[in-house]
Structures are given as C-alpha cells and as structure tokens.
C-alpha cells in the first residue's frame, strides 16, 4: 500500500505553522512569539520526524536572517530542538492538559538552555561564575514570563484550530 505524502491534514498543518511563523516578523512584545508552538505542534502531529525537527529550525533560521542574529543561537536551536522532542511525546495523545503541560515544559527548557548559552557566550557581560549564572538566569525572568505567554497562546490556537478542523472534517483526522 502507497502511504500519500501529501494528505489535506498535512497542507493544513503547514499551513497553520506558516501563519505562525509569519506573526514572528510582525511587531510583538519581546519573547511573545510562535516558534515553540510551532516545534510542539510539528512534533506532535507530523509523522516523519525530520518535518517535526527541520520546519521549526527553518522557520527559526530563516527568520532570524531577517531579525539577526547573535553568538548563543546554538544555544536557542538547541532548546527548540528539545521542544519538538516534547511535542513528539504528545503523539496520539493530544488534549488540552498534555498541550499545557509541553507548552509549560518547553518553555522552561527554553529558559534554561538560552540563558545557560547567553551567560557562556559572554554576550552580556555576567560573571563566569556560578553567580553571575543565577544572575543571567534573574535577568531573563521577563522574557520567561513572555515566552510562557506566547507559546501558551501560539499552542492554544494551532492546537485548537487544527482539532477543531479533524472534527469539522473527519477527512482531516490523519496526517
């Protein structure tokens, strides 16, 4: 049997990650963007891994051609790519407690991971010490609380567009 590669859930489900993505160039608070709902949604819904890993990590790279870049991105690629791992996790087992959960999740790896590469790179000029660590950690609270914001928001829509599409046309139901 010949498994399509192109299944009207799929164009769907691109289709909302490119309109996600887009919002990323429009004005917006800072952190409050669609990325790590994208890497969630991706990893829970496409079926090949190399989509749910590669759209996001597009979309990131290629926006951040337009928004620039800076010396912690491996860091920041880094945490996107565990957000995609947590939203493989959610496979078969989408409803609004396990989208909470890895939107929550994620956004806390997030949080780490990039402060972790900011504070190594010395991009802003914290100690190299354990307290200049907790510092950098105390400084991004902010832009945690933002990027808990944004992928709650961001994962709320895609997430509840796309169900709402399976069940308005069950066609839909299989990507």
Known sequence: MNKKIITPASLLAVAIIVVAAVTRLLPHPANVTPIMAIAI???????????????????????DLV???????????????????????????????????ASLASSIVFFLVSNFGVWISGLCGYP???????????????????????????SGVMFGVFEYAKVKFPALAKI
């Open 67 to 101: 928004l620039g870049m800076h010396a912690s991105m491996w860091a920041v690629y880094a945490a996107f790519l565990m957000a995609a791992g947590i939203g493989m996790i959610l496979k078969n087992r989408v409803k609004v407690s396990t989208v909470l959960g």
């Open 128 to 154: 190299m010490s354990f307290s200049g660590l907790v510092l950098c950690y105390e400084m991004g609270l902010p832009f945690f609380r933002n990027e808990v914001v944004g992928t709650l928001v961001y």
């Open 41 to 63: 949604f991706g990893g829970a819904y496409f079926s090949k891994k190399y989509m749910a890993v590669l759209l996001p990590l597009c979309i990131l790279f290629v926006t």
